[in-house]
Structures are given as structure tokens and as C-alpha cells.
């Protein structure tokens, strides 16, 4: 055990909880879509239905994302390994030939995820070198599935994880 904080070391100490992998998507006011991997996501509340996620103080789109009323949170599946790898890089447009559906306030939708939320902004709030996003759940889809984890740094189906495995 270590009694120094050591950003690196600590960040693999975080690395040691799996977490389940969402791509979030937003339409801007100038009409481009984003889209962003993220882990942070959790359930906040039933009532009112509330998520939250966490977006990084540096990443080049947090003011645009501030300014927006909705996203999508999209829970991935196993075999949306590619999807989170492609929303993680920069890239122009990273829906580039994607199916997409539209969902609440014109934000992308991407089909094929185990869970979907469209949700409206609820509540930010400053953490760091993070922002905190609240979103109040206006409609969910849900499917059976494998999701797909992130543990150690590495990619793994939910049934390779919880059996100590990983990608």
C-alpha cells in the first residue's frame, strides 16, 4: 500500500473496479453530433429517474456539451467493442456511416445498445478536473444482452470479466 498519491498509480487503483461502458451522444446548437466513450456512468435516482456520467475538464467539447438540453446515454454490448473504440478517438464526424435514429431533441441515437436513456439536463457539477452531468431520464429501451466491461485498463465481455479474464 502506497501513502503518497501518485496520479498514475491511483488511476490503476481506479482501474481495479469494472464498469460497464456507454457511449454519450449530443446534437450541439450548430447541429453537429458528438458522441464521447464514457465508464462514469451510474443510476442516481428512480424518483425523479436521474443518471449521471462524467466528462473530463479538458476535453475539447465541454463548453458545447454545457450548452446542450439533451443526450443519450447508450449502454454497449460485447460486441460494441469497435463503437466505444471509435467515440474514444478524435475524429470529424464519428457517426460517419452509422444507422442512426433520432431521439429526444434531435440527439443521435445508436441502435443495437442493451440500454438506452434519453434524457434532459438536469444538473452539472464541478468535481475536479471532471464535470459531473445529471440527466432526468424522459424515456428508456432495454434489452437482454452481454454487456460490455472495463476493467484494468482492458475491454472484456461481462462473462469473460466476472470470470477474471480480459481483452
Request: with cysteine.
Amino acid at each position: 500500500m502506497r501513502s503518497a498519491l501518485d496520479p498514475l498509480d491511483l488511476r490503476r487503483a481506479f482501474g481495479r473496479f469494472a464498469t460497464g461502458v456507454t457511449v454519450v451522444t449530443f446534437r450541439l446548437d450548430d447541429g453537429r453530433r458528438v458522441g464521447i466513450t464514457a465508464n462514469s456512468f451510474a443510476s442516481v435516482s428512480l424518483d425523479p429517474p436521474l443518471v449521471s456520467w462524467n466528462y473530463r475538464r479538458a476535453s475539447p467539447h465541454l463548453q458545447a456539451v454545457l450548452a446542450c438540453r439533451h443526450f443519450v446515454v447508450h449502454v454497449l454490448s460485447a460486441e460494441q467493442i469497435e463503437l466505444s473504440r471509435r467515440m474514444a478517438q478524435p475524429a470529424a464526424d464519428k457517426f460517419a456511416g452509422l444507422v442512426l435514429q433520432e431521439g429526444v431533441g434531435g440527439t443521435p441515437r445508436i441502435p443495437g445498445s442493451l440500454a438506452t436513456f434519453e434524457c434532459e439536463a438536469w444538473k452539472t457539477i464541478d468535481a475536479g478536473d471532471h464535470v459531473i452531468f445529471l440527466g432526468h431520464v424522459l424515456h428508456y429501451e432495454h434489452t437482454e444482452g452481454e454487456p460490455l466491461v472495463f476493467v484494468n485498463g482492458r475491454y472484456a465481455p461481462g462473462a469473460q470479466a466476472m470470470a477474471g479474464g480480459a481483452a
